[in-house]
């Protein structure tokens, strides 16, 4: 499974950005997927997960209610709407692959290269 994460830039705060992660190889339906992202200087950190057949979600309090995760099976892509940006949004986002519907990044076994994502105050 190859992972493809792309949207990231510069916003000015209040500002919104949709992420997209590509997957090429593997069943992209068979696997739950995930977001993570890793503040400068900061330890990586769990941003939002979707279930293979896109029922289920779940986010970090921090994003819930600004951040909406989605994935579509028939293009192999899953996607973070990002909208209300805040300065401490800023990360490299990268997206992720698992079998299992998790929070946390040891349970993912597919990542993307990362897409960076700056908020301007």
């Known amino acids: 499974v190859q992972l493809q994460a792309s949207g990231g830039g510069l916003v000015q705060a209040g500002g919104s950005l949709r992420l997209s992660c590509a997957r090429s190889g593997s069943t992209f339906s068979s696997y739950a997927m995930g977001w993570f992202r890793q503040p400068p200087g900061k330890e990586r950190e769990f941003v939002a997960a979707i279930t293979w057949s896109g029922g289920s979600t779940s986010y970090a309090d921090s994003v819930k209610g600004r951040f909406t995760i989605s994935r579509d099976n028939v293009k192999n892509t899953m996607y973070l709407q990002m909208n209300s940006l805040k300065p401490e949004d800023t990360a490299v986002y990268s997206c992720?692959?698992?079998?299992?519907?998790?929070?946390?990044?040891?349970?993912?076994?597919?990542w993307g290269q990362g897409t960076q994502v700056t908020v301007s105050s």
């Open positions: 992720a692959a698992g079998r299992y519907f998790s929070g946390t990044a040891r349970n993912y076994d597919y």
